[in-house]
């Protein structure tokens, strides 16, 4: 019997008369564990993370009729309707609420203290009602929102439907890039991290273990990420660590209880923008739906073999930005997927105008060693701009703390 339901729900705070919604696509039973959630378009105008829900949708239709699907999968193909809403000189602008300027992906709403009062005197030594007590407390604190404009309104929205899920995954992509993805380091570490030890272990041991593979070290490898970059907190509060920092979080006020990872969230970002085609993103929607396969949400043999990881993941406190320290024109000599020594040169900002012949070329170094994984796809440069991302493997001193800008 196909379980298939598509439920509409209106977004809170819009223009009246507007009437803006989004759709959700429920595949199984509701009330089974464990629940995935996953979305495409939150950043409303990345197109390869649609294209990889389309072909995924197609796959899961096929499961559903043939009575394959275990646990709940929920999908919401178009997560931003004001984002899609906001086409300006023949480009669409998703990614920033024009109204306000502020990133769809950042400031989603922190509910950790709320939480954390709400379960206070009840929390037990049992790890399973402890998890149950989280949720159900989570839902109140999310219930209890009140978001003061429609985009705060999509956030309370995407973060109910998605708050009590085991897997929470987030579609995006780059501008020039190569595969990668965000996911939390305490989420890195092996299927043994419902331990204490392990919840309190340093980045390195993560990074090391690897004798047993965690959730999201398997979506790593299903993907074919050829970056992974780790954080509990990225700063700026993105939708993915909003589900799933909160455990980490109450573990720190309430460290005499048994209270673990309880949410695998990442975003995965489907390379750069114009990286879209059947033969590419058929295989990407594959490769999850092989994730989801292995991670028990249907039912059978999985057809496929786990690929090897490709990379090992290295710390998001690690990453180089390279900013222009001046305008111009950028001419970048290196590509991402290039591995990069100290002091490469990566790139060049011409500036035809300036008569002084010393200022008409500046040239960029990069200071770490590490992958290039990231371009912007613009070519022309203001003074401050991010124009190259490099994942090196050890934090670089003095971040601080917004880790996806520093
Ligand atoms: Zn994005």
Same mark, same amino acid.
């Given at each position: 019997?196909?379980?298939?339901?598509?439920?509409?729900?209106?977004?809170q705070?819009?223009?009246?008369?507007?009437g803006?919604? +989004?759709? #959700?696509?429920?595949?199984?039973?509701v009330?089974?564990?464990?629940?995935?959630?996953?979305?495409?378009?939150?950043?409303?105008?990345?197109?390869?993370?649609?294209?990889?829900?389309?072909? @995924?949708?197609?796959?899961? &239709?096929?499961?559903?009729?043939?009575?394959k699907?275990?646990?709940?999968?929920?999908?919401?193909?178009?997560a931003?309707? +004001?984002?899609?809403?906001?086409?300006?000189?023949?480009?669409?602008?998703?990614?920033?609420?024009?109204?306000?300027?502020?990133? /769809?992906?950042?400031?989603?709403? &922190?509910?950790?203290?709320?939480?954390? *009062? !709400?379960?206070?005197?009840?929390?037990?030594?049992?790890? =399973?009602?402890?998890?149950?007590?989280?949720r159900?407390?989570? *839902?109140?604190? !999310? =219930?209890?929102?009140?978001?003061?404009?429609?985009?705060?309104?999509l956030?309370?929205l995407?973060?109910?439907?998605s708050?009590?899920?085991?897997?929470?995954? =987030? @579609? $995006?992509? &780059?501008?020039?890039? !190569?595969?990668?993805?965000?996911?939390?380091?305490?989420?890195?570490?092996?299927?043994?991290?419902?331990? &204490?030890?392990?919840?309190?272990?340093?980045?390195?041991?993560?990074?090391?273990?690897?004798?047993?593979? #965690?959730?999201?070290?398997?979506?790593?490898?299903?993907?074919?990420?050829?970056?992974?970059?780790?954080?509990?907190?990225?700063?700026?509060?993105?939708?993915?660590?909003?589900?799933?920092?909160?455990?980490?979080?109450l573990?720190?006020?309430?460290? =005499?209880?048994? +209270?673990?990872?309880?949410?695998?969230?990442? %975003?995965?970002?489907?390379?750069?923008?114009?990286?879209?085609?059947?033969?590419?993103?058929?295989?990407d929607?594959?490769?999850?739906?092989?994730?989801? $396969?292995?991670?028990g949400?249907? #039912?059978?043999?999985?057809?496929?073999?786990?690929?090897?990881?490709?990379i090992?993941? %290295?710390?998001?406190?690690?990453?180089? $930005?390279?900013?222009?320290?001046v305008?111009?024109?950028?001419?970048?000599?290196?590509?991402?997927?290039?591995?990069?020594?100290?002091?490469?040169?990566?790139?060049?900002?011409m500036?035809?105008? /300036?008569?002084?012949?010393?200022?008409?070329? %500046?040239?960029?170094?990069? *200071?770490?060693?590490?992958?290039? /994984?990231?371009?912007?796809?613009?070519?022309?440069?203001?003074?401050?701009?991010?124009?190259?991302?490099?994942?090196?493997?050890?934090?670089?001193?003095?971040?601080? *703390?917004?880790?996806?800008?520093?």
């Amino acid at each position: 019997m196909k379980t298939k339901t598509i439920k509409k729900h209106f977004l809170q705070l819009s223009m009246s008369g507007s009437g803006r919604f +989004i759709n #959700s696509i429920h595949y199984g039973n509701v009330t089974s564990s464990p629940k995935a959630y996953i979305q495409s378009g939150l950043h409303a105008d990345e197109a390869p993370g649609y294209m990889v829900m389309h072909y @995924l949708l197609e796959l899961l &239709d096929i499961a559903d009729s043939e009575d394959k699907i275990r646990g709940e999968i929920i999908c919401v193909p178009a997560a931003n309707p +004001i984002g899609l809403d906001q086409w300006f000189y023949e480009r669409l602008q998703g990614r920033f609420d024009t109204s306000n300027g502020i990133n /769809f992906n950042r400031n989603f709403p &922190d509910i950790v203290q709320d939480t954390a *009062k !709400i379960i206070e005197t009840q929390l037990t030594n049992d790890p =399973d009602k402890n998890r149950a007590l989280i949720r159900d407390a989570m *839902k109140i604190a !999310i =219930d209890n929102l009140h978001p003061e404009d429609e985009a705060g309104a999509l956030k309370k929205l995407l973060f109910s439907l998605s708050f009590d899920a085991d897997i929470v995954l =987030d @579609l $995006h992509c &780059d501008n020039q890039a !190569i595969m990668h993805i965000y996911t939390g380091e305490s989420l890195w570490s092996n299927s043994d991290s419902n331990s &204490d030890s392990n919840l309190n272990s340093n980045l390195e041991l993560n990074l090391n273990s690897k004798k047993s593979f #965690s959730s999201a070290y398997e979506l790593a490898a299903w993907t074919g990420a050829e970056a992974i970059l780790l954080a509990n907190e990225s700063g700026g509060d993105p939708y993915d660590e909003a589900c799933s920092k909160i455990w980490c979080k109450l573990k720190e006020i309430y460290p =005499d209880y048994p +209270i673990y990872p309880s949410c695998v969230a990442a %975003t995965i970002e489907y390379r750069g923008e114009a990286d879209v085609s059947e033969e590419l993103n058929r295989q990407d929607a594959i490769n999850l739906y092989s994730f989801l $396969h292995q991670q028990g949400y249907l #039912s059978g043999d999985i057809p496929l073999k786990m690929p090897e990881l490709k990379i090992d993941a %290295t710390p998001l406190s690690g990453v180089e $930005h390279i900013k222009a320290p001046v305008s111009g024109v950028v001419n970048f000599l290196r590509r991402p997927g290039e591995m990069l020594k100290a002091g490469d040169k990566v790139a060049e900002i011409m500036n035809p105008y /300036f008569q002084n012949e010393e200022n008409r070329i %500046t040239e960029l170094f990069c *200071k770490i060693d590490g992958l290039l /994984f990231s371009l912007t796809s613009d070519r022309m440069a203001r003074q401050g701009r991010i124009l190259a991302k490099i994942a090196g493997k050890k934090p670089i001193e003095g971040k601080g *703390k917004h880790l996806l800008t520093a």
